[in-house]
């Protein structure tokens, strides 16, 4: 072996055990389903993660088992709805990704799924509070502009909500944004970031094109913001009634649970954009809201603001904000009515 490759080689391995110094358990709820699965392969093959703990009402063993098998490091355990089985999975979690419930069917909004997941996701975050109330919460079951919200109330009731470790999981707002404008421009998607802001359904999410240069215009902006806003509903009408986004879904999630590990282990000047409780339009009465976001080793670490937008930018936010103050109220009044 050359000198070069020789120091390369320790270089790496320096590199490698510093970022796997820390044990980080991380735990899927809903892991058996649609983006559960690929969700946890891609936690199975990230080396920060030092013990994955995947549970479901079926199948999260099976899961395991065959997924335990790939020659990683980490343990994986799956956990079936035993009286024990959700609190021995969740216990000691760092983070727990919650992708239980049903998904969308074609004509179907994000909101039409809240009777369902509503009081799935209640449930889920009451174990969580009980068992991992310090763990980061990362919020992908729709529809996430309630759900969350319904996360916070769950937590509040038991006392143990930190507004820095709850997480909506919007990352595919910015995935999408990013690849589809690479297709526009003819340009390298991995370069591309698009700031999105508000929400995560229709008309909340807000694409902040001109903070990265572009200048489309007319028909062709229409078109763009429209896809992004709408995007989920081509993945919908092309599986024709069998679900939404999975595997877009589980890169994306698995993508922010590793910017917060790596945040946790120490790295300076991560930045994701979530839905998290935000300051910056509580006085319009939305106390959450996506936007870029500055990870550490506490969760949040700082929220960015929207900063400079365009007119035509600014007409979306304020459609974005009337929609979202509803979905989050309904989110609240669900969590009180229903505890
Ligand atoms: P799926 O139906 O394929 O999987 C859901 C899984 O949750 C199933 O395995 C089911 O057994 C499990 N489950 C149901 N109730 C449960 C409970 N009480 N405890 C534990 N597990 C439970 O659905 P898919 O496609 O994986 O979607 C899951 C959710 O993610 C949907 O609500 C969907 O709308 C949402 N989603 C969110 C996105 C985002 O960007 N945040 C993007 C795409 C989907």
Redesign the pocket.
């Known amino acids: 072996m050359s000198a070069v490759r020789q120091v390369f080689g320790a270089v790496q391995r320096r590199a490698f055990s510093a970022s796997t110094r820390q044990a980080s358990k991380v735990t899927v709820?809903?892991a058996?389903?649609?983006?559960?699965q690929p969700l946890s392969l891609l936690l199975k093959l990230n080396p920060r993660v030092s013990e994955l703990a995947l549970?479901?009402?079926?199948?999260a063993p099976g899961v395991a088992a065959d997924i335990g098998h790939i020659n990683t490091k980490s343990t994986v355990t799956g956990y079936d709805?035993t009286p024990s089985g959700l609190r021995d999975c969740l216990k000691g979690s760092e983070i727990v990704l919650i992708?239980?419930?049903?998904?969308?069917k074609p004509g179907m909004t994000?909101d039409d799924?809240f009777n369902t997941?509503a009081s799935?996701v209640r449930?889920?975050a009451k174990a969580a509070a009980e068992s991992a109330p310090e763990a980061n919460i990362l919020v992908?079951?729709?529809p996430?502009n309630s759900t969350v919200p319904i996360t916070a109330e769950v937590f509040k009731s038991k006392g143990v909500y930190n507004p820095r470790r709850l997480f909506g999981?919007?990352t595919?707002d910015v995935v999408r944004a990013s690849r589809f404008i690479s297709q526009i421009k003819g340009t390298d998607p991995a370069n591309e970031n698009i700031t999105v802001v508000g929400g995560?359904s229709g008309a909340t999410i807000v694409p902040l094109l001109s903070q990265a240069g572009y200048e489309l215009t007319g028909e062709q902006l229409d078109e763009y913001v429209h896809r992004v806003q709408f995007g989920?509903d081509e993945v919908v009408q092309a599986k024709g009634g069998a679900?939404?986004?999975?595997l877009s879904?589980a890169m994306?999630g698995a993508r922010f649970a590793e910017s917060l590990l790596k945040a946790a282990q120490g790295q300076k000047g991560v930045i994701e954009p979530t839905f998290v409780d935000s300051p910056l339009f509580k006085d319009q009465g939305c106390d959450f809201f996506a936007s870029n976001v500055e990870l550490g080793p506490n969760g949040v670490e700082k929220i960015h603001p929207v900063g400079k937008i365009t007119d035509y930018e600014q007409k979306l936010l304020d459609v974005c904000l009337g929609d979202l103050q509803k979905n989050i109220q309904k989110g609240v009044d669900f969590a009180k009515q229903n505890p």
């Open positions: 709820l809903g058996a389903g649609g983006i559960g549970y479901d009402i079926r199948l709805p992708p239980a419930g049903v998904p969308r994000r799924l997941n799935i449930d889920l992908i079951s729709n996430v999981v919007t595919l995560h989920g679900g939404s986004a999975t879904m994306a």
